[in-house]
């Protein structure tokens, strides 16, 4: 496959697993069985996605693909502690934001 269609299979499932996370923690109970299959499905084509497209451009392993190793992490964890901490939600939320923030700087600046 081409380095374009690794792409598009990254950057359209992390959007997906962005979007479910923040449904999951407004969501009611009944939703989660659902909730958690896309979010795992998702998270499974972010980090397919990922390494193929890591692959492709011969990147190696530098230190912020490390960095966006450990926010995908992070991101496919809170998902499911939302339904299970629904009293620590704004907590999740800001943490969620941080991590997609700190995964999309580190694919534009690539500190390190």
Request: charged letters at 10%; one cysteine or more; a positive charge.
């Amino acid at each position: 496959m081409s380095p374009q269609t690794y792409y598009i299979i990254h950057v359209v499932s992390v959007l997906v697993l962005t979007a479910y996370t923040f449904y999951a923690f407004a969501a009611p109970e009944i939703t989660k069985k659902k909730v958690m299959i896309v979010t795992g499905v998702a998270s499974l084509l972010a980090l397919i996605g990922g390494f193929g497209l890591q692959a492709k451009l011969g990147y190696g392993f530098p230190g912020w693909l490390i960095v966006k190793l450990f926010c995908w992490i992070g991101l496919s964890a809170l998902a499911g502690m939302g339904y299970r901490k629904r009293g620590a939600v704004g907590t999740l939320s800001v943490v969620a934001l941080v991590l997609v923030v700190l995964a999309v700087s580190m694919v534009y600046l690539k500190p390190f």
